[in-house]
């Protein structure tokens, strides 16, 4: 199942939310917060701190915009 690494109150977090409900997409959501060992995974993956992150398999994808487009591409809908 795709996972998504987030933090509530980002406004690019949320509009990839936002695109997963939209397109029914299922989806783990991962609380970033202030988790230390949480920062250290999505910078173990990206390269940096920085969220939203999704992971679909083997892609590790950054970027709000960028995800949504990924998202609208794999949808059914």
Known sequence: MMKLYHMWLCPYCFKVRRKLKQLDIPCEKVWV???????????????KA?????VDGDRVIAESAVI?????SISRH
Request: with cysteine; charged share 20%; hydrophobic share 40%.
């Open 50 to 54: 920085v969220v939203p992150v999704i």
């Open 33 to 47: 917060g202030f988790h230390p060992s949480r920062w250290a995974e999505v910078e173990r993956l990206t390269g």
């Open 68 to 72: 949504c487009d990924y998202l609208g």
